[in-house]
């Protein structure tokens, strides 16, 4: 198996206030070379029937910056099934090994908005692509169930440019609304303290996140809502749940993690604050 390569140019947008590449833009990495990769195989038509993300694992390595050389992703097939695959990447500035992840698709029919079994010369084609596995640390999950009102709550507000051609919101808009209810959701506990400003003593770093995509979102005027709550305070590092819901009826559209790590002005992880730790204890599900 020789698995696809694609290369992606950072882009200055694609830089934080931290002065590396944002956690989120490798996820739009990701989407490019998955759709560069389809439409350069034999069924490009996939991608107008209908494809869809299930789910993203993602650990991040190292830190990539703009200016240097295009992020190189090596892409493969991990899993094959009847109207689900898997595909993993491995992600490279230069030599430097930045990040891997995994997504779940599945072959989707747009006109008839229900899942569809993958044809036997798309599955003959995702065969060839057919590798080894990627696994993940498994990120911490809640120790008890926990219901809607007890998280800290965000708005997320849609807007049109986050919509894809079928109408949905774009996956990768679902962790730049993680990325701003946890930012949020941190606001008051590290008040005055230093937080990864240009020039700060200490910062905080993604090391690993996911997302399991339930319900599509689409657009409206009135904003969705975000709930948090911290599942774990280690000593470096918190893991954050995020659960996207409708303000008025019972249904979650997607649930997040993310594993968020204190760490110096070179990105190694340091202790947690005592009075940190302190104002994050009231935000933190406890069995």
Known sequence: MTPYVYRARVRWADQDPQGHVNNVAYLDYMQEARVDWI?????????????????????????????????????????????????????????????RAKTVLATYDVAGQRLRRLEDEERAWLREFLGEPMDFRPLPQPAVDWVSG?????????????????????????LTYLQEATIAMMEE??????????????TWVVAAQDMTYKLPMTYQIEPYLGEVVI???????????????????????????LVLVHADAHGTPVPLPAILRERLRPLTLIA
């Open 189 to 202: 506990p590290r008040r005055d303290l230093p937080w990864g400003r240009p020039g700060d003593a200490r």
């Open 39 to 99: 439409l350069n195989g034999p069924h490009a038509s996939m991608l107008s029937e209908g494809v869809l993300v299930v789910s993203h694992q993602i650990e991040y390595l190292a830190q990539s910056m703009f200016g240097a050389d295009p992020i190189m992703i090596r892409l493969w097939v991990t899993d094959l099934g009847g109207a689900r695959f898997a595909v993993a990447y491995d992600i490279y500035q230069g030599e430097t090994h930045v990040a």
């Open 231 to 257: 599942l774990r305070v280690g000593s470096t590092s918190v893991t954050f749940e995020l659960r996207i819901r409708d303000q008025h009826v019972d249904v979650t559209y997607a649930v997040g993690h």
């Open 150 to 174: 007890f998280g800290y709550e965000h708005p997320l507000r849609v807007r049109w440019s986050e919509l894809d051609p079928y109408d949905h919101v774009n996956n990768v808009s679902y």
